[in-house]
């Protein structure tokens, strides 16, 4: 059912293509070889030293001996960089030698960071900003940003899957929403709150600003964290053309695989949960139960037989009458579900980047192609991108430029979770019926008795033909006038259009339990284009050489638009997509659709002051007002103040003589932020409609009734107000041994007013459409620390950074109840999770297995508790009140998702020409919520079954000391009671912890006298592993699984999502 398309070269093709040409280019210009010895101040040579063409990405590295050797023109300059030391900048000139002694860096802090508008000396900063090492994160491979930001700051959590091109879910300092807690992304100036499709391997830093004092510049957006991106520019010098790509392949871990029971212990599990005289219709009396050779689905009959059984005649088998299929399956001996859907998955991923200029015009441009198979069948993703930064100087009080990127994305294939999606259907369905039948038709459930899961086979396959596609323009246009010394004033216009096309192919079904008798279609369209123009005024001073003064005045409009129409028809008389359309079906008036423009608009003025006495005593003011439409007049502007201050207490005189010190900076900070992002644009405005097609009354008098009217489409609220949160911040930064180790400590306290939450109808009102109001308090307190050492002996250099995290999340008031609560249902089970005053958000709730006595041994202990249902061998639930009943008053907090902390190793070494990274995880102390058991586990439907069942249960006259599940029995003795199977309790809560190889890598630079023969600069070769090890005791699929969904009150449900794939891949750098 594959679309016919149009053969074009391959993607690889036209980047050698590409590459060819710029090589072609590159050659006209002439080059000298220079050649020479890094020492230090001992002069011992240093290995590793980076030497770079300035304004290029054409560079090498010196070898054991502190030699190097590099094609350079006379009018570049070279740029000598190694941790720990001040880097170097000497012109080529006619030199052919250049021998270089590099000094000690005690100045690191002079570094210059991209924060909220402006940029600020890292020594200066007061507020709480976490900067990213890009080069670090980008050795995790990902289509998304997202997902390569995990353990790489302090303070950020991130969760995500492993479906081809997914992002991930991200968290700054816990949870600060009840809602949407997602950071907003700046990139390149332009307000983002999804950066999924921005090519990663074009970013040039990142920063993470946490605190009010760091992000209240950008207000009534800010309050769950901002992310600053800033992708590459170019720099003066001749054209440069690098190459980045790898191949490699992805497979789901073994280790993800749950243990489901074979054919033959299923029946046996029939034998014990069934008497004797049950019937089952595949294996026969359980009495006398067999494993029969086929099993036949026909409209006459429908059960299993031998091989000789006339009904298995192989001639009778016909599934083209999907109403009256005879179908003939061979039985399983136990089918691999996961084995039959999964595979190992290529990745691939390949860029062109091309950057020079002089010193008035600069220019950077990149090709970008990635592609993912999934490792499900019949999913993949594959993305196309281009970006082109430029910047003009003509004269010297001006300077103009944009950065552009167009992005082309699209996913294919079955992207469903919880229990309709593949991985539900592969744990749901029976051992004993294969993945096809006799004739390749697809195998099925239809006999009977054999529960109602889909073949996960048959849904990837017929869903091979969804397709979901996007086009995205992203980028920005400034001019920046330096009328006096000091004064720089800038304007820019940032553009954010992004179209959405998904097609959706729901065709018939014959082999399934409950099967789709007709063939449906539908397609949605989404357009949304949202604008930012931004205007600031930045002056900067130095008085009497002491007193450092830089203020930050600006205004900024942002307004959002987009529709989305979605239309869907069915009864197709056939199947081929080729012909399938809106117009084709036997009924084209399609049966639903749906249209909805969204327009909104923030307007914000700003200012900020920054003052520095004498280089040791800092302090800075912000405040912003932000005005939206998506609030009532008379709430909908927000003043959002914040206040900080530093001492470096390195620069006092008391501290001359500690020269293992190089720097030490007391800071802290004080400020509100706002957030609105879970509100919609029309939450002020009350609807009405005709509800055509959908209303059971007869609104709209077709039918002649007389009726006329609107009914409510959706409620709307005129008291809603911004959701505040107000965060204080202390902080210490530390640099000793002249540069070998960096510390940064924060607390923090982030209190958050005024939770947005949509309004819960009461009984008699509308069940539509309701908005979000203003309903609770929580409060966030953690501490972040980074620590990270460097240092080198001979040949041999390292850096190590160890990020850790800790935060307590509760909730403190909601709707000023302290019995008021905001309940989550997960799939089957329902009030899993609890959000209530005195607790952390997203707490589960249900009813607890006694740890000491888990089980009725006795009918002693049946009579001593009531519990209904209950009979010897059920679980045993704590009496939490006393009184010998068990009833909802005994339920209880059973546990929180929220780690104790988070911490992550990054270790890089480098050994003459070979370089070797790890970077490690562990997510420490939380709990984990896996709803998956309820299929698995309880016998509350007919499917797949985890071996737990069997192997773990209560036995009469046994040691049941390491029982773990209820009796297997008939009848009135099994011990899986209703309020066993049907209600939340601890047996779904399990540790969450985990300990993860994220990444580890081992490269390999080839040397300068190899790469010079043949016109390179920088060639290196490297082979990489992710997610290679998890050491966890969870038994659900994926212990990193916290955010899944992107619901906040959901947090760590295990629903049964996509698992984190294991990568192994080779790749290569080279510059020219």
Known sequence: MKKALSKLPSPKNWFALLAGLLLTVSMAYGQQTVSGQITDENNDPIPGVNVIIQGTTAGTVTDAFGNYSINASSNDVLVFSFVGYVTQEIPVGNQTTINVSLATDVQQLQEVVVTGYTSERKADIIGS????????????????LSQQLQGRAAGVTVSGDGAPGEGAKVRIRGFTSFGNSNPLYIIDGVPTKDPGTVNPSDIESMQVLKDATAASIYGARAAQGVIIITTKSGKSGKMQISYDGYYGTTKVPERSYLDVINTEQYLDYLQRTNTPDYIHPVFGQMSSATIPDRIVSSPGFKGGVSASDPRADPALYDISDFGAAYQIMETSRGTDWFDEMLRNGPIQNHQITTTGGTENATYSLSFNYFSQDGAFENTGYKRYSARLNTSFKPTKWLRVGENLQVINEESTGNRSRGEGGPWGWAYRFVPYIPARDIGGGFGGNSVGQSGNASNPVAVLARDADDIRKNWRIFGNAFAEVEPIAGLAIRTSFGVDYANFFNEDYNYRSYENSENRSITSYGVNNNNNVSWTWTNTATYAKTFAEKHSFKALVGMEAIQFSGYGLGVATNTFDFDDPVFINLNTAQFPTPNAYSYEPIRES?????GRVDYTYNDKYLFNATIRRDGTSKIAKENRFGTFPAFGVGWRISEESFMSGIDWID???????????????????????????????????????????????????????????????????????????????????????????????????????????QPAINLGQMVNKGIDIALTNRNRYGDFSYDATLIFSHYKNEVTDIDGNPETFLSRNGDRLSDIVRTKSGQPVSSFWGYEIDPDDRFFDDQSELDELDQDGAVIGSWKYVDQDGNGVIDGNDQTWLGSPHPDFVTSLNLDMRWRNFDFNIFIIWNKGNELFNNVKYFTDMRVFVGGVSDRVINNDWRPGQDNSGATHPRLAPGAENGYTPLTTSTSNSFYVEDGSFLRGRTVQLGYNFSNSLLSRAGISNARIYFQAQNFFTITDYSGADPDINIQGGDDLLMGVDRGGFPSLAQYLIGVNISL
């Open 129 to 144: 900003v976490g900067v990213i090492d890009t080069k670090a994160a980008l050795t995790t491979p990902s289509a998304n």
């Open 663 to 769: 720097d030490l900076k007391l800071r802290g900070g004080w400020g509100q932020m706002g957030s609105i992002d879970n509100v919609n644009a029309g939450n002020q405005f009350t609807l009405f409609g005709s509800n055509i097609g959908t209303s059971f009354y007869d609104i709209n008098r077709t039918n002649n009734s007389g009726v006329v009217g609107y009914t409510p489409y959706r409620s709307g609220s005129l008291e809603t107000v911004w959701e505040f949160s107000e965060t204080t911040n202390i902080g210490l930064d530390a640099t000793f041994l002249t540069g070998k180790l960096e510390l940064s400590i924060d607390w923090y306290k982030n209190n958050t007013n005024d939770l947005l939450v949509s309004r819960v109808p009461t009984g008699i009102e509308p069940q539509v459409f």
């Open 602 to 606: 923030l307007y914000s003025v700003f």
